[in-house]
């Protein structure tokens, strides 16, 4: 069987004069329809050929036809200029223009026109190539992705904790002890292209050096000087090396502080550590109030020597009459605290009317006082 082009099929008679009939009513089939109709009775028409009266009517467009027309804006099939995959139509050209003068337009909007904020400086790179540092405000660069602008927030305060997710942190001080220490660290960004560049991962950076830091400085250390007194001196120790070290990295970070939060000894022996603590406090305290009773002192005997010299003073100017006032003044005090009376002056009647006399309190009680004995009479007479 041959199936012949439909250009060919306007000569099938020339073409195929001398071909054997076929089973399908055509040449070779014994039948008379040269276009290979069964009209005849010759056999079955050839499903491949034209029906006996040719094609009638004008194509009918396919799908795909119809989809190229509407991809061209109209023009009808292939025909009117060809398919060239471009809009055939002025205003459809216009409009694909507009449409993408505004891609353009977005695109260096995007990525060419960068707003910087005040706490932030923008490091710029052209093909990965460090090329400068954007200050704040509207800063223009070349689009992508010829430049890229990575912004970097160098006024947020960053603050480290450690442990991260709580639980103990033991370390070993100098005299083979253990505590317990959580501290925290704070940092920030003081060179936006060294932090950028010079190191990959900045915030892993920054806890290892901390640890290596204060692991360092408590070995160096008491337990009772990490307890108490020398925490402040960690503190400083701990910053200055940690600064000396990301400095060598060139790692464009500036540490701001380091806090001791807390310093115990671990939580088996904590109990029996705070009885310690207390008995130094109860130390402490007792100490204090020994040097505050001895000032007390030194100042009161201080004052004495004070007077005595004046007193001294006096009594150089005038012996006879400063030591009778020094006696006066002794007498006075020693007999304000008694509630006897002594006369001593000769020729005064012994008997003398002191019941009206103030009497001092007693401390205690007093044993009932014996019957006064009745006075002699003075010698030489009397009533």
Known sequence: MTILPRWLQPFPKTLNADAPKGPWGGPGAGGGNDNGGGGGGDGPRN????????????????????????????????????????????????????????????????TAIHAIAPQQRGVVTYFGRYAGTLDPGIQLTLPAPIAQV?????QNIRTEDFPETGGENLMLTGDQNIINLAYSVRWNISSPEDYVFQIAEQRSTVRATAESSMREAVANMTLNQALGSGR??????????????????????????????QADPP?????????????????????????????????????????????????????????????YETMEAVLAKTDKTIVEVPGVTPYLPLGNARKLPDAVPAAPAAPAATPAPAAGGGQ
């Open 47 to 110: 499903p491949w050929s034209l029906p006996p009266g040719g094609r009638k009517g004008p194509a009918r467009p396919t799908a795909l036809d119809e989809f190229l027309k509407k991809a061209r804006g109209g023009g009808g099939g292939f025909g009117g200029g060809g398919f060239s995959g471009l809009p055939s139509s002025p205003n459809a050209r216009v409009l694909w223009a507009i449409g993408a003068a505004i891609l353009v337009a977005a695109w260096i909007l995007l």
């Open 150 to 154: 990575q912004k970097v927030d160098v």
């Open 232 to 261: 402040t001196r960690i503190e400083a120790e701990v910053q200055d090396r940690m600064q000396r070290v990301l400095d060598s990295y060139k790692a464009g970070i500036r540490i701001q502080g380091v806090a001791i939060k």
């Open 267 to 327: 939580e088996r022996v904590n109990e029996a550590f705070k009885d310690v603590t207390a008995a130094q406090q109860d130390a402490i305290t007792a100490r204090n109030q020994a040097q505050s009773y001895l000032q007390q002192l030194s100042a009161r005997a201080q004052g004495e020597a004070a007077q005595f010299d004046k007193v001294y003073g006096q009594y150089k100017l005038a012996p006879e009459v400063t030591r009778r006032r020094m006696y």
